[in-house]
């Protein structure tokens, strides 16, 4: 059984290098932290390497003690959690040197890339895998545990909105309810708070919003020069893809984020039927297939005309 590998391993290993895919969002560092709680519990003293997050995660318990960069060269052991390829790995290169590696992930477009993976398609985060884990390690879930969990929970399932929230989820979250996580605290401070930058965004995403296919889909957004002018921090993107699919009709929403002179990251939304995970793989990315992203070259106007055209067919 995998998880018992992965015991042995983390049993074993002296030092420990655990990261998570690039922009960590609320399910990324949420299981960052909660490994690193519960790896202290086992007695190890791991390192979290993530060089920018957004501030609205400040409130995870120790996230002061994440590093930007590692001051270790070669570790026992690797843990790479939410991300489904190396490539979008912080810290790929720790996990390239390590002498073990473990991935654990629900990202079905995952490839695989450890020496063991435990990836699950059907969890709705990756923080509701270490839930299970944690069970069967058989670790006491603190409420600083708790915290971490529920966040990647409460964010990866919009605040228990998304089809991928199952009975286990609220199985799971009446548990953490019951030792004291503040469950409607988290989410007022993940998904209710928005930073001034993120709000000036929503304003303009929302003017340049295209209305296309019939209604189906939604186009916009943002560039360099915008997130500069609005000051924008990491994460301050977070969440814009998501206005164009709730506008009622609408199946998929695109939202292009300019990252570099001709280079552009996508995101893609959809409602009910439209897999875009598998439209983003066409562009070497991948994600869920109701929430999926990835990078391309070229202009903008080249980059909307290609996702565009991708989505056209996938209607
Ligand atoms: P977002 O649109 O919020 O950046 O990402 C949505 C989902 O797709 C997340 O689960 C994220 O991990 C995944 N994703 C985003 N961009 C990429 C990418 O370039 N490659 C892969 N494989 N997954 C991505
Ligand atoms: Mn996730």
């Given at each position: 059984m995998?998880?018992?590998?992965?015991?042995?391993?983390?049993k074993k290993a002296e030092t420990i290098v655990i990261s998570a895919h690039e922009s960590p969002d609320g399910d990324a560092l949420g299981s960052c932290m909660a490994m690193k709680l519960i790896l202290e519990q086992m007695g190890k003293k791991p390192t979290v390497i993530i060089p920018e997050y957004s501030r609205l995660f400040k409130f995870l318990p120790k996230i002061e003690e994440v590093k930007k960069d590692s001051e270790v060269e070669i570790y026992d052991l690797a843990i790479s959690l939410d991300c489904a390829n190396l490539s979008r790995l912080v810290g790929k290169e720790y996990f390239e040197k390590a002498k073990r590696t473990i991935v654990i992930d629900h990202h079905g477009s995952n490839n695989m890339y450890g020496d063991l993976n435990y990836v699950n398609p059907a969890s709705p985060s990756c923080c509701e895998i270490l839930a299970v884990i944690i069970e069967y390690f058989g670790i006491n879930i603190t409420k600083d545990?708790?915290?971490?969990?529920?966040?990647?929970?409460?964010?990866?399932?919009?605040?228990?909105?998304?089809?991928?929230?199952n009975a286990e989820t609220f199985e799971f979250a009446a548990e953490l309810l019951r030792k004291g996580v503040d469950i409607s605290g988290i989410y007022k401070k993940t998904l209710r708070t928005n930073t001034t930058a993120n709000f000036l965004l929503t304003k303009k995403v929302m003017d340049r919003m295209e209305v296309l296919e019939d209604g189906k889909v939604t186009y916009t957004y943002i560039t360099l020069e915008d997130e500069k002018e609005v000051k924008a921090e990491p994460g301050d993107h977070e969440g814009l893809v998501e206005i164009g699919r709730d506008i009622e009709g609408v199946e998929v929403s695109i939202f292009v984020r300019q990252t570099e002179e001709n280079t552009y990251k996508i995101s893609l939304r959809s409602g009910e039927y439209v897999n875009v995970s598998d439209v983003c793989l066409m562009f070497g990315g991948g994600g869920h297939p109701r929430a999926a992203g990835a990078t391309i070259q070229g202009t903008l106007?080249?980059?909307?005309?290609r996702i565009l055209k991708e989505v056209e067919k996938a209607l």
């Open positions: 995998t998880l018992d590998k992965i015991l042995e391993e983390i545990i708790g915290t971490c969990i529920m966040t990647g929970i409460i964010t990866d399932t919009g605040g228990f909105r998304h089809k991928s929230t106007e080249e980059v909307k005309e």
